[in-house]
């Protein structure tokens, strides 16, 4: 399954290049396709030159602009040299060491100027030769490139790959040493994910610093300075997404023993999706901009358009979706829990990204959104501490005062015997319509509904038992009738058996 998901990862890292080296030559195509008033022909943008070397500068310049007075060259803004109107051209000699950035610029009569890109110059000295460039068959050039360079390179390349895989060592049997001396998990946690990534980005790096010990073609160049930015990116961003894995199985262990078990199963999943796509998103958004040399907010601002557009469309979903950011960081109620809303009642049986399904009494399922269940004002049946019943027992009226308190002892004596009883009162509270009524409120020791139904039927089996043996009588609903007689009168048929 590991490599299945790797190989997933790695399928959509080089969709991920592909689409990034198409956009980054068309932007570059678009770059171009206008035609300045001047251009620095040679030497060609990002070339690399020894130390000491003789750099020459030619100009090409529009066949419209004819009418110049003189030609400016800079160098990092500072002015560099004025040419006229006729070589077009310019040595600079002695360069110093470093990165330079060289303009032309053009001059007019009327004091107008206009400008040339910018050409990036990097001068250095192929210093780590291994003295191989003294050999002198090795100073034919193949592709116009010494086959001293080519060695030189395969060496360097070949002492960065084991210095890396040194430092890797050194750098684990360090963490190891300082891991044993702790008793938290994090430094194991930290050893684990970085075993082989840091090999991997030193190995990089040094391929990254070889670039500038060399003279390579500059199109060779490019091409090996995007793909190690690009294998930088990929290790960095992998070593991101396990850091994530890591993070979330630390805290499922942590959690593991908690009362919210059951909410974290469904919170884990999302967090970690969450975090990783918001990892894999900067990723590409970085890699972009490294490869493209554009400001990460011109790349933001041609994808504004499409995220308005698509927020707006999908407002509802957003919506839902911070609704069940606020479920599982408030947590007013956990799955499997009894809840009352406004129109709901049941038992949470799943709580995701749009949605809450709770199963009423009925035994329907019904979804409700998670915007509802932000906004809504919830009772968590299941979080109260014990179960409170109330019920009024009716006396009839012949009672007399002796049984009617022997009535509230006798429900003293049954109800705080039982075992479940938290609380109970019991008071004879009021003269009903057609009952001396004795009202009982009782707490039961357990929020288990089932149990306390059960409980409830034992104890008024109980009273029903009691009050039988002791000859008092529960009244019901009714009414006494009397008839009064305003004036003389008699039955006829009674009146003639008598008569």
């Not at 003294?134 to 080519?150: E, G, H, M, N």
């Not at 030189?152 to 040194?166: N, R, V």
């Not at 396990?242 to 999943?269: C, I, Q």
């Not at 009414?479 to 009064?484: I, S």
């Amino acid at each position: 399954m590991k490599k299945l998901r790797f190989e997933i990862f790695i399928r959509t890292g080089v969709f991920v290049i592909l689409v990034l080296f198409c956009w980054s030559f068309l932007a570059e195509a678009q770059t171009n396709s206008a035609s300045p008033a001047i251009v620095i022909k040679s030497p060609e943008n990002h070339s690399k030159f020894r130390e000491g070397a003789e750099i020459e500068f030619a100009l090409e310049i529009s066949p419209a602009q004819t009418n110049y007075q003189s030609i400016q060259f800079f160098e990092d803004n500072k002015p560099l040299s004025v040419v006229s109107n006729g070589p077009r051209a310019f040595v600079w000699q002695n360069a110093p060491r470093g990165s330079h950035a060289v303009m032309a610029k053009l001059i007019y009569p009327d004091r107008r100027t206009e400008n040339s890109t910018p050409v990036s110059l990097r001068v250095n000295n192929a210093a780590l030769t291994f003295g191989l460039d003294k050999l002198d068959f090795l100073t034919t050039s193949v592709l116009r490139i010494p086959l001293w360079q080519y060695c030189a390179s395969f060496i360097y390349i070949f002492l960065a790959f084991y210095i890396s895989k040194a430092i890797d060592y050194a750098f684990r049997f360090w963490l190891k040493k300082w891991a044993a001396k702790t008793e938290t998990q994090f430094d194991d946690l930290l050893l684990e994910l970085l075993h082989g990534p840091v090999k991997v980005i030193v190995f990089v790096i040094f391929l990254f610093i070889g670039l500038d010990l060399y003279d390579w073609p500059p199109l060779l160049e490019g091409i090996l300075d995007k793909g190690f930015r690009i294998i930088f990116a990929f290790s960095v961003t992998y070593t991101a997404l396990k850091a994530v894995d890591m993070m979330m199985n630390y805290w499922k262990e942590r959690s593991a023993g908690t009362a919210d078990v059951h909410l974290d199963a469904h919170l884990f999943p999302i967090v970690s999706k969450t975090l990783k796509v918001f990892i894999v998103v900067i990723a590409i958004l970085v890699t972009w901009q490294n490869l493209s040399e554009k400001p990460i907010t011109a790349i933001l601002a041609s994808l504004s358009i499409g995220g308005l557009a698509i927020g707006l469309a999908a407002q509802d979903t957003i919506a839902n979706f911070f609704g069940a950011v606020v479920v599982f960081v408030d947590k007013p109620f956990r799955i499997g829990d009894t809840i009352k809303l406004t129109d709901v009642e049941g038992v949470v049986e799943m709580i995701g990204l749009r949605s809450t399904r709770v199963r009423n009494l009925d035994g329907h399922l019904i979804t409700v959104p998670n915007k509802t269940m932000g906004n809504a004002t919830i009772t968590n049946i299941t979080s109260r501490p014990n179960i409170k019943s109330q019920t009024n027992i009716g006396l009839t009226y012949d009672t007399t005062s002796e049984k009617l308190s022997r009535a509230l002892v006798l429900l003293e004596e049954i109800y705080k015997a039982h075992p479940m009883t938290h609380d109970v009162l019991i008071a004879f509270n009021k003269f009903a319509d057609s009952a001396l009524n004795i009202q009982v409120v009782h707490w039961w020791k357990s929020t288990n509904p089932r149990e306390q139904l059960l409980g409830m039927q034992e104890l008024n089996l109980a009273v029903k038992k009691r009050f039988d043996e002791e000859g008092i009588t529960f009244a019901f609903p009714s009414q006494t009738v009397y008839l009064k007689q305003d004036s003389d009168w008699r039955i006829a048929d009674h009146e003639k058996r008598n008569g």
